[in-house]
């Protein structure tokens, strides 16, 4: 049966016809332009959640990519506004409405909060029945608040995971938008399991020096690994909160669990909280020197999501300093010796790396036409520059290879010296590959990711390792 084109259809913002809040979206970008807006923040909620949206909305700036609607839901208004009414009535500030309604070209009218009305709840089923009276309008909604809104609807219209619609008993819904619940994966995704594998560096100390490998040494760095795995993924999930628009509009990054918004923003914040605590609990079981480089590594990746990565240079240098810090803390776990060898290769080989993920970023947004979000440091007039700076950094890592194995300390160390100058070809092979992958643009945005997946780079690593233990055991 068709609408009564007297009856309007009106429609929810926030979890509904797009998949995210707008207030959470909007706070991020505000955060990601000073922290410090998390005070301000505190001081406007004290005056009421109305003033709090409006004086977050007047700070930032509203694009398309901060507003991931709900396609079928869009579509669904598109097709009934050619029938009926169609009213965007959101607890999101007014300002977000009109511009929703404006660019969506689906609404014939934009209700939202005024900075003193929070029209949710009460409040916005007061407004629908004051317009248009009790069972006067049709409404889609998402949340318990919504309950009241359907109780004075003609119709209901769910947007949500059926498991969720079957909690509301009453009333029963006229039409369910089916909108799938995080999986497991969507969670693996979101804490970048795979990332993991970049804290194995840690054991490279344990694996190098034989002075030190011991069970209970083992079991130290082990733990040094789990901390600093739970520690690195509770900083992804803010650096992915703070990155959603830009995220939002590149190829890969875009199916990230909060940008594609499979894992709401909200469950984000408390499995990241969630990770902290068991990262504190142990912290309690580790040495006060490793917990001090493990929370000198979560200032530094702070710094880095707040300022750093939109700093050219800098941001890689930061990188490629994260990246060193896992080997530090891995000799301070086992207490091996420090090896500035070591630890300017790595410096040298993860600014190469990290400078091939900037390149592949820059590529891909140049094949698709758009340029890099503004405030991220680079142009795509910067690729040449970048690649050249890159493969450099990656060859010296090389070199400082073929002068530690020239040095005095591999002489007494190990007991085939000779065979570590297969080191050399090995490494040179494999950077030289990547740089050229990297430039055909064929390189996963993250270099890590492309090398866990990749059957040489596997292979590689396979012969590097098999070099080190002949020249050691043999």
Known sequence: MSPK???PLCVDLDGTLVKTDMLFECALRLLSQSPLYFFHMLVWLTRGKATLKREVVSRVTLEPNLFPFNEEILDYTRQQQALRKTVLVTGSDQTIADYVAHNSKVFDLAKGSDGETNLTAHHKRDWLV?????????????EEDDVVVWSDARHA?????????????DPAFEKIFAVPKPKLCDYLNLIRLHQWSKNTLIFIPFLL???VQTWPNFAMALMCFVAMSLLASTTYIINDLLDLAADRLNATKKERALASCRVSISRGLWVSFALFCAFLIVMLFLPIEINLILLFYLACTLYYSFFLKRRMILDVCTI?????LRIIAG???????????????????????????????????RDAGLEPASGRGYRIMDLPMLNTIGVSSGFISVLVVALFINSEKVASTYSQPILLWLLCPLLMYWIGRVWIITARGELHEDPIVFAVRDRVSIAVVTALAVVVASASFL
């Open 5 to 7: 084109p007297d009856i």
């Open 130 to 142: 004051s317009e248009y009276g009790a069972g006067g309008y049709d409404y889609i909604g998402n």
């Open 157 to 169: 219209l769910f947007a949500g995971d059926t498991d969720s619609a079957s909690h509301f008993a």
């Open 209 to 211: 020096d034989k002075t």
């Open 320 to 324: 490629a300093g994260l990246h060193t």
């Open 331 to 365: 000799m301070l776990a086992v207490g091996a010796s420090w090896s500035f060898w070591l630890l300017a290769f790595s410096m040298f080989v993860f600014f190469s790396l990290a400078m091939a993920k900037r390149v592949s970023e820059l590529t891909n947004l």
